[in-house]
């Protein structure tokens, strides 16, 4: 069965460095999306992405995010400068085109951990 | 989008049936019901998802009475393995929509 696959599973870095987040969406799904999960807290949207633009973005995703496709296989998400708010665990998702996006495949998840 | 409340916890022992019932009243006439399941430390998981009646897949079963205010998930005998977040979600998902999580229902199941 397909997955979404991310990369690293676990980042430390120091406040004030930049991170990049890596994922493979599944290869036929044109729909992609970033979440995170504040450890102890509820899933929160971040962005959502299709055809090389973004879609939707939430208040949190402010200038520090940014999105790319860099290639026909990799979503990733760039954080510019980490604040230690920042901790928390990404999960890219992704669904297919041709159907409603209430059925998002979910990947495994990055733990970013600011220090 | 609809405003969800679910219960916060519950508990079960292995082999019982699990009904986890969500609140829903602003409910529109375009929304649907989703239902997802969080294992720990991992992404969330689709489930089931309806839009009136009753649904069933090899996972569970979706209730949802004719007013549609709320629905109820139905794991039926439950394993220790089925200890996690389930989160019921409302709403109009147009593609590329996001998902709108509550603070879900975490269920612990004992042996």
């Known amino acids: 069965e397909p997955e979404v696959t991310q990369t690293p599973s676990h980042q430390v870095t120091q406040m004030g460095q930049e991170v990049i987040l890596r994922c493979v969406p599944i290869?036929?799904?044109?729909?992609f999306y970033w979440y995170r999960q504040i450890l102890g807290q509820k899933v929160e949207f971040l962005v959502s992405f299709y055809n090389n633009e973004i879609s939707e973005k939430s208040e949190i995703f402010d200038d520090q995010f940014s999105v790319e496709r860099p290639d026909g296989s990799n979503f990733t998400l760039k954080i510019r400068s980490t604040k230690l708010e920042d901790s928390a665990m990404y999960f890219c998702a992704s669904s297919p085109v041709a159907r409603d996006s209430y059925e998002q495949y979910f990947g495994p998840g990055t733990r970013l951990t600011v220090t | 989008l609809a405003k969800t409340t679910q219960p916060i916890s519950m508990d079960s022992y292995e082999g019982q049936e699990v009904n986890i019932t969500c609140s829903h009243n602003n409910i529109a006439t375009n929304d649907y019901i989703t239902w997802y399941q969080q294992f720990p430390s991992q992404g969330p998981r689709f489930i089931i998802q309806g839009y009136k009646t009753k649904v069933t897949n090899e996972v569970a079963s979706l209730f949802i009475p004719a007013d549609r205010k709320s629905s109820t998930l139905s794991l039926p005998r439950v394993s220790l393995s089925d200890t996690a977040v389930y989160y019921c979600l409302v709403g109009t998902y147009n593609q590329g929509g996001k998902l709108i999580f509550g603070q879900g229902t975490e269920l612990s199941v004992k042996p």
């Open positions: 290869s036929n799904h044109l729909y």
